[in-house]
Each structure stands twice: as C-alpha cells, then as structure tokens.
C-alpha cells in the first residue's frame, strides 16, 4: 500500500492551549489550584465515606464512587498538561496518546451510568422508601457500580479498536492540550470520515440514552415532590381514646 514506503508516526505533538508564555504562565497557575482543589476535595469525600460508619449506606456509597471517577477524570491528563506548560516540543508518545483516549472514554462513559444509578437510588428512596433498604442492598449497589466499569471498558474498546491500528505517517501534531480522538484519527494516512461518523454516532447514542434516562427519572421524583407539596403529607388518624378514661 502506499503508506508502507512512508515513516510511521511514533510519537505526537500537542499545541497546548496558547503558544504565549505570559499566558502559559497564567495558565499553570490557575489549572495547578483548579487540579489540586478537584483532587483533594474528591479525595476528601471519598476518605470520609469510608472513614465514617454513619455514611455507609447506599447513596453514599455511589457518592463515593463517583467522588473517585471523577478524581480519575481530573488526573488522566492534567497533570501531563500542567507540565507541558514549560516544556517545547510538547510530546507524548503513541502509546501515551491511546492510553488517554482510552481512559477518558473508560471514566467518562463509567460516570454516566453510574449518574443513572445515583437517579435510580433517588427514585428508589423517595419514591418506595418502605422497600429502599432492600431494593438498594448491598448487591445491587455493587452490581450497579461493576455494570458503570463494564460499560466504561466496552465503551473505550469500541472507540479504540480500529483506532491503534489505523496507519499514522503524516503529520504528527494533535490541536489540543490532550489526545482527543476525533484529532487523532485526523492524522491518519487513510480517509477516516465513516471512523469518525461511527464513533461520533456511538458516543452520541450512549449519551442520549442516558440523559433520557436521567431526564425520565429526575422527573418522576420532581412530580412526586410536588404533589407531596400541593396535597401535603398524608395525615395520621388521632389515637382512639379509652371509653375507661371518659
């Protein structure tokens, strides 16, 4: 083929967010306090849930877990991006560059079921809270929590499995301070318009499904709610009165 005479691509060059160092210096300073801030206030939360007795249950159990995706989220490629500020070429490896992709797409579709889960935990607590307890036991948390990794895992194959072996022998520099994939399969030596459709379309499909999802399930609880607040809470009978004591 014609790209089999050309120099594979082992590595890419980001462009980062601006070529000027007065603003990269901004830029340090303000993604350093943002990162540290999202770091140890996830880490927070996620060290009092498993510290504290009384936040063992379920809400804060998928709490937690979600305090620890997004913990991930901030760390996948920021601190990369932090360090680039003062480093010129800004270069990250084939290998790097897929293992971002891969974890962005792993803990972004992992964090979107399990925000559908938290909503099912809501519906569940207010809607049947006589039966919350065992609905929301402590198998069903867990299972909840292993279906948002499995569909993470899925999701981040699907985007990556025509992506590793696409042929990259051209140019080499990535628009973006990350590997975002839509800039990356650009850079192939092949047309990649029906890769890019598809996975354009899966990550769309997964985020539509969901948001439906959690649109339907946030508005039962809202419509509930307000019923509870126009009729009132249900009123208890008053206790009957001993014939003995008249």
């Not at 504290?52 to 990369?80: C, Q, V, W």
Request: hydrophobic share 55%; with cysteine; charged share 10%.
């Amino acid at each position: 083929m014609a790209w089999n005479n050309q120099s594979v691509i082992t590595e890419f060059i980001l462009q980062g967010l601006s070529s000027s160092w007065e603003l990269q210096i901004v830029y340090f300073l303000f993604f350093s306090v943002v990162y540290a801030a999202a770091v140890l206030g996830n880490l927070l939360i996620v060290l009092t849930i498993v510290s504290e007795l009384r936040l063992h249950s379920p809400m804060y159990f998928l709490l937690g877990n979600l305090s620890f995706i997004d913990m991930s989220l901030a760390s996948f490629a920021t601190p990369k991006m932090i360090a680039d500020f003062f480093r010129e070429p800004k270069v990250i490896s084939f290998e790097g560059c897929i293992t971002q992709i891969f974890f962005l797409h792993l803990l972004g579709g992992a964090e979107i079921v399990l925000l559908i889960a938290m909503s099912f935990d809501r519906y569940v607590a207010i809607c049947k809270p006589l039966r919350y307890l065992t609905i929301m036991s402590r198998r069903m948390c867990l299972g909840l929590v292993t279906l948002s990794w499995i569909v993470g895992i899925f999701h981040a194959m699907s985007q990556l499995a025509f992506t590793v072996n696409l042929p990259f022998c051209g140019p080499n520099e990535v628009d973006s301070f990350f590997c975002d994939l839509p800039l990356v399969i650009k850079l192939a030596c092949v047309d990649t318009y029906i890769l890019g459709v598809f996975m354009i379309s899966t990550s769309g499909m997964i985020a539509l499904v969901c948001f439906i999802l959690l649109v339907i399930s946030y508005s039962v609880i809202l419509s509930l709610l307000g019923n509870v607040l126009l009729v009132g809470p249900p009123k208890l009978s008053p206790p009957a009165v001993p014939t003995s004591l008249l």
